[in-house]
């Protein structure tokens, strides 16, 4: 698979926010990196295609992100129900909880297992 990288940057061009899908181990990992907003709407529906298109099991990973809206979590959503609806797993790998205290909160905490990996 190949990778696919898509960023948002400030006035000054540093990297505030990305979507990154690499393959790691087996499995499509959707990396959320910085600010995980609506800027990156558009793009999140291409890391959702590239992320599900080869089938494999599919990491979400919020190790990087340092916060997240409800476009942001309205993507994770979908990419969970998109990978259901094919039959693929999907984890969340978010150890300090930006993401998973979110789901929490909106009453989905149980509806994407954590990575053990």
Request: proline share 3%; glycine share 8%; no cysteine.
């Amino acid at each position: 698979m190949a990778e696919l990288t898509v960023t948002g940057t400030d006035a000054f061009d540093e990297v505030v926010h990305a979507i990154r899908v690499e393959q790691h181990d087996g499995r499509a990992v959707v990396r959320l990196v910085g600010e995980i907003d609506a800027s990156l709407r558009d793009e999140a529906s291409a890391s959702m295609g590239m992320a599900l298109m080869s089938g494999v099991p599919v990491v979400v990973d919020a190790t990087d992100a340092t916060f997240i809206d409800s476009s942001g979590v309205a993507f994770v959503l979908q990419l969970h129900l998109a990978a259901t609806e094919a039959q693929v797993p999907l984890t969340l790998r978010d150890p300090r909880g930006v993401l998973r205290d979110v789901l929490e909160i909106i009453g989905l905490s149980g509806a994407i297992p954590d990575d053990d990996a």
